[in-house]
T-cell receptor, first 109, second 114 residues
Framework: GQNIDQPTEMTATEGAIVQINCTYQTSGFNGLFWYQQHAGEAPTFLSY????GLEEKGRFSSFLSRSKGYSYLLLKELQMKDSASYLC??????????FGTGTRLKVLA | DTGVSQDPRHKITKRGQNVTFRCDPISEHNRLYWYRQTLGQGPEFLTY????????KSRLLSDRFSAERPKGSFSTLEIQRTEQGDSAMYLC????????????FGNGTRLTVT
């Protein structure tokens, strides 16, 4: 099957660090993507992992462990504008992308 | 790069009517995807095209839904005999034919079926 699990909601304080986890089970794995979606807007691409390890992009980093079917998105130095939904998406061997339900992050002052 | 554009932005229709949405992908992108999203959920895969060929369609998708991409450029999604459960945001996305290329989403068409 292609089940993707991520927490529904998280809350963190401005300036803090937050880690959003994602687990997946699928065959034909072809990469793990993270997207950000502000309310009422389209998802926008944040990061991509296909090999094990950490990919860093400024305040955002993403980690992948293929053997564990696990990824996380790490957000550092949180800002109010980071309040959004964060979507984990798995690329299949047929280039179909399956999304999780998303994690709604609230950043508090 | 003008981005992915979708038309209309909003559509209100009565149950039983047919509706058609259009998506214009980024010009050099040969893959085009349709997703549906309801409040509090992630995008749900509907179908995708590589050039003009429809390569995969969700098994959950009713026969009332059909999509075309006749010349490998823009695409249309038609829903026949709409039902209230069809109310959702319909998102179109495009990408290059490369594994690492992410989806680029349009702003979506919000459908309300009354």
């Amino acid at each position: 099957g292609q089940n993707i699990d991520q927490p529904t909601e998280m809350t963190a304080t401005e300036g803090a660090i937050v880690q959003i986890n994602c687990t997946y089970q699928t065959s034909g794995f072809n990469g793990l993507f993270w997207y950000q979606q502000h309310a009422g807007e389209a998802p926008t691409f944040l990061s991509y992992n296909v090999l094990d390890g950490l990919e860093e992009k400024g305040r955002f980093s993403s980690f992948l462990s293929r053997s564990k079917g696990y990824s996380y998105l790490l957000l550092k130095e949180l800002q109010m504008k980071d309040s959004a939904s964060y979507l984990c998406a798995e690329g299949s061997g047929t280039y179909k992308y399956i999304f999780g339900t998303g994690t709604r992050l609230k950043v508090l002052a | 790069d003008t981005g992915v554009s979708q038309d209309p932005r909003h559509k209100i229709t009565k149950r039983g009517q047919n509706v058609t949405f259009r998506c214009d992908p980024i010009s050099e992108h040969n893959r085009l995807y349709w997703y549906r999203q309801t409040l509090g959920q992630g995008p749900e895969f509907l179908t995708y095209f590589q050039n003009e060929a429809q390569l995969e369609k969700s098994r959950l998708l009713s026969d009332r839904f059909s999509a075309e991409r006749p010349k490998g450029s823009f695409s249309t999604l038609e829903i026949q005999r709409t039902e209230q459960g069809d109310s959702a945001m319909y998102l179109c996305a495009s990408s290059l034919a490369a594994a690492a290329d992410p989806l680029h989403f349009g702003n979506g068409t919000r459908l309300t079926v009354t």
